[in-house]
């Protein structure tokens, strides 16, 4: 092997070179719960306390429960209470599963939940997830971008705004765009987050200190690589981004949902799981994260 071709083999599976990374992943565990058909977790919310979960599947089904950590407060498993398969606007379980395609959650202010789902692109609200959800309409996608490229990173704001971002856009010069809507149909755009290399936005939340913080993912055929980065916002407004982290090749699953909360010393912490797309060649994992400022 000629040495260049050796360095740049070296460079690939190595982990990214940041001097300090502001994200570090401080807990980890693999998922596997006695409980039918479970899998496929791509949006996630975590309570205040960082003790009880809300997740959804790509199957369409709302899992709650308890995080369980150590005296320390680290991460060491998860206990699912409920399971709840949900219902799309006709009151049913379509077929085939694209058309339950669920990936982003946030939960608004008012205790409703909403969801942004993809092969048929909406956002469905639910006051009661056992019930029938509201409909909300999606930014129009780029014009070229597949059926599963959808709007996968979903968060709301402190003020309740609704906030989007697509997994792909026109070509790969293009930044991706940050939708914002506050209460209706019309979605602006107001920022453009910077396309890394393969890097797509899957996940997204707002930290208690009102910043948007972005998961995105790479995948290169046989390992999966997760990004996190920060969208700074004054006055409501976004200014800026910055890098928090960058996992190696293979160091994680496929990372998908994201939810920041506030432990009690006053550090952040970032929770992510990921989606094993039913796929007995990956694992549900949940990663935390811990933000050193």
């Known amino acids: 092997m000629r040495k260049s071709l050796a360095v740049a083999v070296a460079l690939l599976f190595a982990a990214p070179l940041y001097a300090t990374p502001l994200a570090v992943p401080v807990s980890e565990f693999e998922w596997s719960p006695d409980v039918e058909d479970f899998g496929g977790l791509s949006g996630l919310e975590v309570d205040k306390d960082g003790l009880g979960f809300t997740a959804v599947s790509d199957d369409g089904v709302l899992y709650s429960g308890t995080l369980l950590r150590d005296g320390a407060g680290d991460l060491i498993g998860a206990d699912i209470e409920r399971s709840q398969p949900l219902l799309i606007e006709d009151d049913t379980r379509p077929d085939p599963k694209r058309f339950r395609d669920m990936e982003g959650l946030a939960l608004l202010s008012d205790g409703q939940l909403a969801i942004s789902a993809e092969s048929r692109p909406r956002i469905l609200i639910y006051s009661d997830v056992s019930g029938t959800p509201l409909r909300r309409e ?58 890394v290399g393969g890097f797509r936005p899957v996940g997204a939340d707002f930290g208690p200190d009102g910043h948007l913080y972005v998961l995105t993912r790479s995948f290169i055929g046989f390992a999966f690589q997760t990004r996190i980065d920060r969208v700074i916002f004054v006055d409501g407004e976004p200014i800026r981004h910055q890098h928090l982290f960058t996992s190696s090749l293979g160091q994680f699953d496929n990372l998908e949902g994201l939810a920041v909360w506030q432990g009690a010393t006053g550090s952040l912490r970032l929770l992510a799981v990921s989606d094993d797309n039913f796929s007995r060649f990956q694992r549900t994992m949940m990663v935390e994260f811990l933000l050193q400022e």
């Open 138 to 195: 999606l930014p129009k996608r780029a014009k070229r971008a597949p059926s599963n490229i959808g709007f996968e990173a979903f968060a709301v704001s402190q003020g309740g705004a609704l906030f989007l971002i697509p997994e792909g856009t026109n070509n790969i010069r293009t930044p991706f765009p940050i939708f914002r809507s506050s209460g209706n149909d019309v979605w602006t755009r107001i920022y453009g987050l910077p396309r």
